[in-house]
């Protein structure tokens, strides 16, 4: 067993926080090919309103597999290796194939309600949507495997997994799903044979999981996540929703902003990443005893809070100077008007995201539930909608 990180200094986790955070920069290159390629976006009604659930679905399920991991290896129920590795390792695993369909037939099935009453599209477009989403999120399964290499690399290395993977990992997962999400639906609306290239990678999906599912309906461990975990993608499921929703209205807001939109991705990831960074620490000590589980207790965690807050506010500083300088509109005044909106952004964000964090993880450990099945899943895409929202706010506000 490994307490590596847990009793750091506020400058060490700060140090750590940072270097993890400085992966978000990455994210600008999601932002910039969604600001790029808004044409491929606009080819249906449901396409931009859709991508917030992919990348929070892909966030919310590597939040899962890295906070899960970063316990297990701390407490030595899981190896930082792949192969003879233990039983938790590969149940964990498979699960996580699992719910990868099962939360993206429940992300596309809700997408159909919120479409129909938000984004003008009826129940014909219901195939279409599911096939895209199946297939991005198979393309997606292979950032499990680098997760999981993560996990183990850094562990082996004497870091923390619950402070640098989920923020290394959320910013690779969204520039690497954002690459998939626009290449499935390029091949889906602009190839003659792009439609049946898809349904074909969904329904391999499909059937892997159908491989799956028989193998493990009686293990103990394999269930538990299952179950734990799909009532919280049923929950994500919604918001993420909610999320494409204010997208759609962000997006009619600065149309002839690049500068927001290539920013976004990484507001979303960097929001997440402090709750992430609260909620893993959280989960850990708490596992090992280092925390009593009662939100008075927060106060005994305020090295963990205040690093992350003070991390993420570094790191929006320098955002907004890259977001302008990559769409060439950086200039004196646009630099107090744009750091204005994000600083706002901010703070209505990162209040509500280490207040969901917290008590998600304390409320979950006192109801005898793994707080890993839930803490990172629903704080991270509570972080998309909570950020949209305070990013439309920010936006009304300074304008």
């Given at each position: 067993?490994?307490?590596?990180?847990?009793?750091?200094?506020f400058?060490?986790?700060?140090?750590?926080?940072?270097?993890?955070y400085?992966?978000d920069?990455?994210?600008?290159?999601?932002?910039f090919?969604?600001?790029?390629?808004?044409?491929?976006f606009?080819?249906?009604?449901?396409a931009?309103?859709v991508y917030?659930?992919i990348?929070?679905?892909?966030?919310v399920?590597?939040?899962?597999?890295?906070g899960?991991?970063?316990?297990?290896l701390?407490?030595?129920t899981?190896?930082p290796?792949f192969?003879?590795?233990?039983?938790?390792?590969?149940?964990?695993?498979?699960a996580?194939i699992?719910?990868?369909l099962?939360?993206?037939v429940?992300?596309?099935?809700?997408a159909?309600?919120?479409?129909?009453l938000f984004?003008?599209?009826?129940?014909?477009?219901f195939p279409?949507i599911l096939?895209?989403?199946?297939?991005?999120?198979?393309?997606?399964?292979?950032?499990?495997?680098v997760t999981?290499?993560?996990?183990?690399?850094?562990f082996?290395?004497g870091?923390?997994?619950?402070?640098v993977?989920y923020p290394?990992m959320?910013?690779a997962?969204?520039?690497?799903i954002?690459?998939?999400?626009?290449?499935?639906i390029?091949?889906?609306?602009?190839?003659?044979?792009?439609?049946?290239?898809i349904?074909?990678?969904?329904?391999?999906f499909?059937?892997?999981?159908?491989?799956?599912?028989p193998?493990?309906?009686?293990?103990a461990d394999?269930?538990k996540?299952?179950?734990e975990?799909m009532t919280?993608?049923?929950?994500?499921a919604?918001?993420?929703?909610?999320?494409?929703?204010?997208?759609?209205q962000?997006?009619?807001?600065v149309?002839d902003?690049?500068?927001v939109?290539t920013?976004?991705p990484a507001?979303i990831?960097?929001?997440?990443?402090?709750g992430?960074?609260?909620?893993?620490?959280?989960?850990t000590?708490?596992?090992l005893?280092?925390?009593s589980p009662?939100?008075?207790s927060?106060?005994?965690?305020s090295k963990?809070?205040f690093?992350?807050?003070?991390s993420s506010?570094?790191?929006f500083v320098?955002?907004?100077?890259?977001?302008?300088?990559?769409?060439?509109?950086?200039?004196?005044?646009s630099?107090l008007n744009?750091?204005?909106?994000?600083?706002?952004a901010n703070?209505?964000?990162v209040?509500?995201i280490?207040?969901?964090s917290?008590?998600?993880?304390i409320?979950t450990?006192?109801?005898?539930?793994?707080?890993?099945n839930?803490?990172?899943?629903?704080?991270?895409?509570?972080?998309d909608?909570v950020t949209?929202i305070?990013?439309?706010?920010?936006?009304?506000?300074?304008?």
């Amino acid at each position: 067993m490994s307490h590596a990180g847990i009793s750091k200094s506020f400058a060490g986790i700060f140090k750590e926080t940072s270097l993890a955070y400085f992966f978000d920069i990455g994210g600008l290159l999601a932002g910039f090919m969604v600001a790029s390629q808004l044409g491929v976006f606009l080819l249906s009604p449901w396409a931009i309103a859709v991508y917030p659930a992919i990348v929070s679905a892909k966030g919310v399920i590597g939040g899962l597999l890295s906070g899960r991991l970063g316990t297990a290896l701390h407490l030595g129920t899981i190896y930082p290796r792949f192969f003879k590795n233990t039983h938790n390792f590969y149940k964990l695993f498979e699960a996580i194939i699992v719910i990868n369909l099962a939360t993206s037939v429940a992300m596309g099935s809700i997408a159909m309600v919120f479409g129909s009453l938000f984004w003008g599209i009826t129940l014909a477009d219901f195939p279409a949507i599911l096939s895209v989403v199946l297939a991005t999120m198979a393309f997606g399964l292979l950032i499990s495997l680098v997760t999981i290499k993560v996990a183990f690399v850094t562990f082996k290395r004497g870091l923390d997994p619950d402070i640098v993977v989920y923020p290394i990992m959320s910013t690779a997962a969204d520039i690497l799903i954002t690459l998939f999400y626009v290449g499935v639906i390029s091949l889906f609306f602009l190839s003659f044979w792009g439609r049946w290239i898809i349904a074909a990678v969904a329904l391999a999906f499909g059937f892997l999981v159908l491989y799956i599912l028989p193998r493990n309906m009686h293990d103990a461990d394999f269930v538990k996540t299952i179950k734990e975990s799909m009532t919280t993608m049923l929950l994500v499921a919604f918001i993420v929703n909610v999320t494409g929703t204010v997208l759609k209205q962000i997006s009619y807001f600065v149309a002839d902003r690049k500068e927001v939109l290539t920013v976004y991705p990484a507001l979303i990831d960097m929001i997440g990443d402090v709750g992430s960074v609260v909620g893993s620490t959280a989960t850990t000590k708490l596992a090992l005893g280092l925390l009593s589980p009662s939100l008075s207790s927060m106060r005994n965690h305020s090295k963990n809070i205040f690093s992350a807050w003070s991390s993420s506010l570094i790191m929006f500083v320098i955002l907004t100077i890259l977001s302008l300088a990559i769409n060439n509109v950086l200039s004196f005044n646009s630099f107090l008007n744009l750091l204005s909106i994000l600083l706002i952004a901010n703070v209505i964000a990162v209040t509500a995201i280490v207040l969901v964090s917290y008590s998600i993880s304390i409320l979950t450990f006192k109801r005898g539930l793994d707080p890993d099945n839930f803490v990172v899943p629903i704080e991270s895409s509570f972080a998309d909608s909570v950020t949209s929202i305070a990013l439309l706010v920010a936006l009304l506000l300074v304008g």
